[in-house]
């Protein structure tokens, strides 16, 4: 029947954005089996976190980070570029971190500075052609991740999922490497692979199906 049709779309394993009530937003990755991940874009406190395996909520750049992105990679690949560079339009980004540095040939902003009027006004002077710029939610994830590096991030998250255990740095690599990247503990099925592919863009093999750090 059609509702059996429905029902079944409605858990079959693959990526499914949703939107949940005004401010927030839902990317959900449901495995065949294994943990599902899910992502939520919340606009009205501005941030990104991810829910893994149904039970446990971290800053989205900590799962980043955990799942080897460095600080530097994460600032430059959720960036925004501003071409505006007047100072009524910069006012806007004021608080903002720079993604890259800016220079006019001497330093005015280092990579991971936040944008003050001060700078504003050497930007404008020296006539800085563009501008990269960390975008807020990402920012607003980043003030509020604990993780400085890959080691932490990984202490976070096998704390948050295991907190009665005490491991080792090689042990908690190896559980988040189960979660989501281990063939015989994660299968996104070739249909979810289906799916990921089509709504992602990416190219992957039908057979493949755990997740990669470029999805």
Do not use: C
Not at 174 to 183: I, S
């Amino acid at each position: 029947s059609e509702n059996v049709i429905v029902n079944h779309l409605a858990i079959s394993p693959g990526v499914y954005f949703t939107q949940e009530g005004a401010n927030e937003f839902h990317a959900q990755v449901r495995p065949e089996g294994g943990a599902w991940l899910e992502f939520i874009l919340d606009t009205k406190r501005e941030r990104v976190m991810a829910h893994l395996d149904r039970k446990a909520n971290i800053p989205a750049t900590t799962l980043l980070k955990a799942w080897g992105f460095t600080l530097p990679e994460i600032l430059k690949e959720f960036e925004i570029n501003v071409e505006d560079l007047s100072p009524d339009a910069l006012e806007e980004y004021v608080g903002y971190r720079v993604s890259r540095p800016v220079k006019n040939g001497s330093m005015i902003l280092k990579e991971g500075e936040e944008l003050q009027p001060d700078a504003i006004k050497e930007i404008v002077k020296g006539k800085v052609k563009s501008l990269s710029l960390v975008h807020k939610y990402v920012q607003r994830s980043l003030e509020e991740d604990r993780a400085s590096d890959q080691k932490e991030a990984l202490q976070i998250i096998y704390k948050r999922l295991r907190s009665t255990d005490r491991a080792s740095i090689k042990t908690m690599q190896e559980y988040f490497e189960k979660l989501y990247q281990d063939r015989e503990m994660y299968n996104l099925s070739n249909v979810g692979r289906f799916m990921m592919n089509k709504k992602l863009g990416t190219k992957y093999a039908e057979d493949e199906t755990i997740l990669h750090q470029d999805e």
